[in-house]
């Protein structure tokens, strides 16, 4: 039996590894109405990342453009603001790119002070993620190669065309690797590499 303190400390150890969204509501005017701890990180990694003359203030350029799109789209399309789709951008430098979704907060007409959420989201690269699962569990160069292809979906057949080597290595490798990773699923595997 698990007692709901337990199950608590979980979850929000778990929510703190993964950083979750960080989550901003700005007026049509671009002004912040609420600003979450995890969107603070976000943009502070975005105005670090970007060249130095990107952004006028706070909120990097990229949150700004993506505030007035969604306004200028709702005004385009009729009064009734929050009906249109988000809009998704990627900013931030190659090493740790951040997705940005907007959209307009439903329900409220133009005249009603209306406001926009954003939610913005690190990007981690597979390349990058299983590069650093290389040195969080001391794989080998070549576990690090069975990996990668384990992150593509890969069989071991496949694994073992691409890498020159035999089925029963590439069992083997995959072996030490849930040893050295505590998973016992390949799907296990890629999850620790890709979210852990």
């Known amino acids: 039996m698990v007692l709901q303190e337990e199950y608590s400390v979980k979850v929000t150890d778990l929510a703190d590894r993964r950083g979750g969204p960080g989550i901003l509501i700005l007026t049509t005017n671009g002004h912040v109405q609420y600003m ?35 306004v200028e789209r709702q005004q385009e399309s009729d009064d009734t603001f929050g009906e ?25 007409a133009l005249k009603d002070d209306p406001r926009v959420l954003i939610l913005m989201e690190t990007v981690i690269r597979r390349e990058t993620a299983t590069l650093h699962a290389k040195e969080r569990f001391q794989l080998t160069d070549r576990e690090h190669d069975v990996v990668e292809c384990l992150a ?11 890498l020159g080597i035999t089925e029963p290595t590439i069992k083997a490798h995959i072996r030490n690797i849930m040893n050295k990773t505590k998973c016992s699923t390949r799907t296990g595997i890629v999850a620790q590499v890709l979210h852990g």
């Open 84 to 108: 249109e789709a988000e809009i998704r951008s990627i900013t931030g430098g190659p090493l740790y790119p951040v997705l940005i979704r907007g959209m307009a907060l439903p329900g409220q």
């Open 36 to 70: 979450n701890r995890r969107s603070w990180e976000l943009i502070r990694l975005i105005n670090e990342s970007s060249s130095p003359h990107t952004s006028h203030g706070l909120l990097p350029d990229a949150v700004t453009d993506m505030c007035h799109h969604i």
């Open 152 to 162: 593509k979906g890969w069989t071991n057949k496949e694994i073992a065309a691409e």
